[in-house]
């Protein structure tokens, strides 16, 4: 680290280049315009930190399409419920910051862009007017994308996609990316971004980068590190589940009720197998949904139209141990958090 001046964090870089950490909103205007004046287009990849692989493909992404990385750091408040894990959420910023400048290392190798930013700012700066409300109907100033906000996720989170839309409107508009950069896994919140940035006329590019995903077929995510050994062995369940259905669509099944039996039959039958274990051995978890939509409205489909295909999703929360073996392995917070786990895939159209 080079220096320290107020809100600024400069990285040295080999080559004489800067790893720039902002904390307000000034500093990094007048970065980006700077940036604006030199032609190098920046691309955006928001974050909640606690970094995996599935974020540093994106920063990847940015940088062969970008001459800028910025990435935002940022545990939003207003996307968590009352009763939802904000004060949980893995924070691991020494660790964010060091796989951040190993794979900027990485980039100067490949000579395409490099990571150029990381915006970190306090919730203050985020909400200067008034402290950040997760109630409904809320106090503040918020962006609503309804209906699709309502539906999937947003019937067990009400206040989650009026978050994240709000917290991604600050930020583009505080950045003012040529391009922002989100996962598939989060696929309502991809469908929310790209209507935002069209309803609102917003001057950036939506990219959509692939779920990526654990040998056994897991995808990554932030709170995978709440899972122990067991636990994570079953959570393994959603993506399964998905997988049946699909199968069953790849083999000419259009019918909704035929589609999501596969998927049922999974579940069901993992559930099964975990109440006949031992409480010392059984890990249990509960289905909040599992759906077929249309790729664009997210409304719930009867039938898959083969010139549209469909999203299969699904949401599962694995509940915390009831007990546990002094010699296995424990996640953070040893298997006592709740933990909610999204996947989906893509039907393509036929």
């Known amino acids: 680290m080079r220096g320290l001046t107020s809100n600024r964090v400069i990285w040295q870089r080999s080559g004489g280049r800067a790893f720039h950490i902002f904390r307000n909103v000034t500093e990094l205007r007048a970065h980006r315009r700077q940036l604006l004046l030199d032609g190098r287009s920046v691309g955006l990849v ?7 692989d599935g974020h540093l493909s994106l920063v990847r992404q940015a940088a062969a399409e970008n001459k800028a990385v910025f990435i935002s750091i940022y545990v939003n408040p207003t996307q968590f419920g009352v009763n939802e894990d904000l004060d949980s959420y893995p924070k691991t910023w020494d660790k964010d910051i060091s796989m951040l400048k190993a794979l900027d290392e990485e980039l100067k190798v490949e000579g395409h862009g490099r990571i150029d930013t990381v915006f970190a700012p306090t919730t203050k700066t985020m ?13 503040g100033s918020f962006v609503t994308i309804t209906p699709l906000a309502n539906l999937l996720e947003g019937k067990s989170r009400p206040v989650f996609f009026r978050g994240v839309a709000t917290v991604c409107m600050k930020l583009f508009n505080i950045v003012q990316p040529e391009r922002v950069y989100f996962g598939q896994k989060d696929v309502q919140q991809t469908v929310i971004i790209k209507r935002m940035v069209e309803d609102f006329h917003l001057n950036t590019e939506v990219h959509i980068g692939p779920t990526r995903r654990e040998l056994d077929g897991l995808a990554m995510s932030s709170r995978n590190m709440y899972l122990g050994a067991r636990r994570r062995k079953v959570g393994i369940v959603l993506f399964q589940a998905l997988k049946a259905a699909e199968a069953g669509y790849k083999v000419g099944k259009r019918d909704r009720n035929d589609i999501l039996a596969l998927a049922w039959d999974v579940t069901n039958s993992v559930n099964k197998e975990q109440d006949e274990l031992s409480p010392e051995q059984r890990a249990r ?3 909040d949904y599992i759906s077929l939509a249309d790729p664009d409205t997210l409304e719930e489909v009867q039938t898959v139209d083969d010139r549209r295909g469909a999203i299969l999703s699904g949401a599962i929360k694995m509940l915390p141990l009831e007990t546990f073996r002094a010699d296995e392995q424990l996640g953070m917070g040893d298997d006592k958090v709740p933990v909610r786990l999204i996947d989906n895939i893509i039907l393509q159209p036929a």
């Open 46 to 52: 928001p974050t909640m930190g606690a970094l995996h």
């Open 127 to 139: 909400y200067p007017t008034l402290p950040p409300d997760s109630s409904l109907p809320g106090v």
């Open 285 to 287: 978890f509960e289905v």
